[in-house]
T-cell receptor, first 111, second 113 residues
């Protein structure tokens, strides 16, 4: 059974810092990995989708990498801003096209 | 704009009552999903449907039922058999095939009163 772990569970950084969120998964037989952002009481917003054949994807200040063989992904956020404060979730699509989520990293960017 | 609409945003259920959560998408996606989110437990799959008139149980289907009569609609009924229904419910959709990501709605918060 696929298990997805996100470390750290919570993170607080001052504005302007670069930061890395980590995601690991136990079964490397995945089709893709997706990073989401969730604001309190809201739905999930897709940030980046990485196919299993890709190594990384970039969107603005966000860069996600994928090392499928070692079961790891990182989300790099450059020059963090208070508006980046949210919970970040990673999820992998595996067999039967089922999506398995990690429990998230709660990020707070302080002024 | 294309997207997923969930309604209502907040829903209150009395003990022994069935309630239905609505999920509508105009993305022309074949597959639709229902997830439940509880604090500290992440998202868990309740039911999913990959095509009209067909659906499968997810990891926590007991106490829930669904229908998929139209491609754009996938309502979830929380029955009285669900002993702990208070949670945040999220609907998602995606295109068929393994190369596509998921799109989520804004969620419905269900509370038992």
């Amino acid at each position: 059974k696929q298990e997805v772990t996100q470390i750290p569970a919570a993170l607080s950084v001052p504005e302007g810092e670069n930061l890395v969120l980590n995601c690991s998964f136990t079964d490397s037989a995945i089709y893709n990995l997706q990073w989401f952002r969730q604001d309190p009481g809201k739905g999930l917003t897709s940030l980046l989708l990485i196919q299993s054949s890709q190594r990384e994807q970039t969107s603005g200040r966000l860069n996600a990498s994928l090392d499928k063989s070692s079961g790891r992904s990182t989300l790099y956020i450059a020059a963090s801003q208070p508006g980046d404060s949210a919970t970040y979730l990673c999820a992998v699509t595996g067999t039967a096209s089922k999506l398995t989520f990690g429990t998230g990293t709660r990020l707070q960017v302080t002024l | 704009d294309g997207g997923i609409t969930q309604s209502p945003k907040y829903l209150f259920r009395k003990e022994g009552q069935n309630v239905t959560l609505s999920c509508e998408q105009n993305l022309n996606h074949d597959a639709m999903y229902w997830y439940r989110q509880d604090p500290g437990q992440g998202l868990r799959l309740i039911y999913y449907s990959q095509i009209v008139n067909d659906f499968q149980k997810g990891d926590i289907a007991e106490g829930y039922s669904v229908s998929r009569e139209k491609k754009e609609s996938f309502p979830l009924t929380v029955t009285s058999a669900q002993k702990n229904p208070t949670a945040f419910y999220l609907c998602a959709s995606r295109e068929s095939g393994t190369n596509y990501g998921y799109t989520f709605g804004s969620g419905t918060r269900l509370t038992v009163v």
